[in-house]
Structures are given as C-alpha cells and as structure tokens.
C-alpha cells in the first residue's frame, strides 16, 4: 500500500521563500521612493525659505540703507570653511534682525509690548526655529534633526572686503550677501542651496 503524503492545503518552502523574497523586494522600492520623496520634500521648503529670507534682507535694506549685518555675518564665508555649526552666531545675528525679536525668545518685540520695538520682516514658525531653553539657537533648515545640527548659513563678508577695498571672490557669491543651506551634505556644494 501506497501513501500519497501531498498535501492541497499548505505552501510549499520554494512558495514561501518567493514569496518573502518578493514582499522584501517591494518594501526596498517603497523605502527608496519614499526617502526620494523626503529629500525632495525638504528641497522644495529649503528653497522656499531661502527666498523668503532673502526677500526679508531686502526689505531691511529697503528701510535702514543696508543689509542685515554684524560682526558676527561680518566674518563668516560662504565657502563652506567650519561646516554647519560654524554658521549659528551669523544665523542668529541674521534672525534678530529680520525677526524683530532682539531678546531671541521666539516672539517678537513689537508682541511683547517693548518700548519702539523693532520691525518684523519676517516671521518665524515654530519649527523653523531650533530653541535652546526658552532662547532661539537658530533659524534650522529642513535637514536639521534632533542630533544634527543644521541652520542656515547667512554672511556680509564679501561685501565688508569689498568695503574695504579688498574683494575676494571665494568669501562669497554675491556681493551683498550669500544666504544657503548645505542640504544635508556639507561637503558637497554643488548640491547646496542658496540665493545664488
């Protein structure tokens, strides 16, 4: 007597394997379309902010006869020299003056009923700011996570060698000045973005 130990019932381990291999297959194209679409997501804000805070420089410019400066924008080059967290002390220079909020505590002065407060030429969301305490640490780019660090970077130097009769064409792109994010990767400045 014959046994016949075949089964209908159940998948066979060459079905399942297949089966896996393909579901893993699928799930890689989903992860990668998805992180395509993340970056791309994040561009198109970087790029939106970026013109948005340039349009602000403009506007101070419009009504004090200069761009928005100080020593510490005064100082830092576009080209990238000491990476992203180089860039804060310029970053939040650059806030306080388009913001209006001198004090950097997230509101600005004119909400808080300050004495000739200064005028706001932009303002600020909340997750456009990274806060240190209750102070403004800086303006964060989209890139800008929980353990990286990523402002945006704003710098006047071009324009102070300029000033003093010095131009130096690798200090900055503009002449009055240059407004980027490194765009999750510092060392590659052809995928920067920037009001250039």
Same mark, same amino acid.
């Given at each position: 007597?014959?046994?016949?130990? *075949?089964?209908?019932?159940?998948?066979?381990?060459?079905?399942?394997?297949?089966?896996?291999?393909?579901?893993?297959?699928?799930?890689?194209?989903?992860?990668?379309?998805? &992180?395509?679409?993340?970056?791309?997501?994040?561009?198109?804000?970087?790029?939106?902010?970026?013109?948005?805070?340039?349009?602000?420089?403009?506007?101070? *410019?419009?009504?004090?006869?200069?761009?928005?400066?100080?020593?510490?924008?005064?100082?830092? /080059? /576009?080209?990238?020299?000491?990476?992203?967290?180089?860039?804060?002390?310029?970053?939040?220079?650059?806030?306080?003056?388009?913001?209006?909020?001198?004090?950097?505590?997230? *509101?600005?002065?004119?909400?808080?009923?300050?004495?000739?407060?200064?005028?706001?030429?932009?303002?600020?969301?909340?997750?456009?700011?990274?806060?240190?305490?209750?102070?403004?640490?800086?303006? &964060?780019?989209?890139?800008?996570?929980?353990?990286?660090? +990523?402002?945006?970077?704003?710098?006047?130097? &071009?324009?102070?060698?300029?000033?003093?009769?010095?131009?130096?064409?690798?200090?900055?792109?503009?002449?009055?000045?240059?407004?980027?994010?490194?765009?999750? +990767? /510092?060392?590659?400045?052809?995928?920067?973005?920037?009001?250039?």
């Amino acid at each position: 007597m014959k046994r016949n130990f *075949k089964s209908s019932n159940g998948f066979t381990l060459i079905e399942l394997m297949t089966s896996i291999a393909v579901a893993g297959s699928l799930m890689g194209l989903v992860l990668g379309i998805q &992180r395509y679409a993340s970056n791309k997501a994040a561009r198109s804000r970087c790029s939106t902010e970026v013109f948005a805070m340039a349009a602000a420089a403009e506007a101070y *410019k419009t009504d004090n006869a200069v761009y928005p400066r100080s020593d510490e924008t005064d100082v830092l /080059s /576009s080209g990238g020299d000491g990476g992203p967290t180089s860039y804060i002390d310029a970053n939040l220079a650059f806030y306080k003056m388009i913001s209006g909020d001198a004090n950097a505590n997230g *509101k600005s002065d004119a909400n808080e009923g300050v004495d000739n407060p200064p005028p706001v030429y932009m303002e600020f969301k909340a997750v456009q700011l990274r806060m240190t305490g209750s102070s403004v640490g800086y303006i &964060r780019d989209p890139w800008d996570s929980g353990s990286t660090k +990523s402002p945006y970077g704003y710098s006047t130097k &071009r324009l102070t060698l300029i000033e003093r009769g010095n131009d130096d064409a690798s200090a900055g792109r503009n002449i009055n000045f240059d407004l980027w994010s490194v765009a999750n +990767s /510092s060392s590659n400045m052809k995928s920067w973005i920037g009001n250039w």
